[in-house]
């Protein structure tokens, strides 16, 4: 399975499944949150906190509530962690730090 688009993850059944797939691996994906994280720390958090990065996910109110944010910027700081994790720039980067070599289903 790859990313394909932002379209395809609009249910968003499944979706850490999806992202470990499209990076190859639970490591790899892995390492892509962790570079995320590096540079833009907000997003990421609150990406993380509603997709369930905790043991339980958040539903955007109580992140808003938790960061002490308003609403539509936690909707905001989510889509765009989203969006960075699907772009194929950032994932070739990701790849190319981990010395991964993905397989052409991959890398479409």
Same mark, same amino acid.
């Given at each position: 399975m790859t990313v394909l688009s932002f379209d395809d993850y609009k249910d968003g059944k499944n979706l850490i499944e999806k992202f470990e797939a499209a990076y190859g691996n639970k490591y790899i994906f892995r390492q892509a949150i962790l570079k995320l994280l590096a540079e833009d720390k907000m997003p990421i958090t609150v990406f993380g906190l509603h997709f369930g990065y905790q043991k339980e996910p958040m539903t955007y109110k109580a992140i808003a509530e938790?960061? +002490?944010? $308003?609403? $539509?910027? @936690?909707? +905001?700081?989510?889509?765009?962690?989203f969006r960075? /994790? /699907?772009? !194929? @720039?950032?994932?070739?980067?990701?790849?190319?730090?981990?010395?991964y070599k !993905? @397989?052409? @289903?991959?890398?479409?």
């Open positions: 938790h960061l +002490n944010i $308003s609403y $539509s910027c @936690t909707r +905001n700081y989510s889509y765009k962690a960075r /994790l /699907l772009h !194929p @720039t950032f994932r070739q980067k990701v790849w190319e730090e981990c010395d !993905p @397989t052409q @289903t991959d890398a479409k």
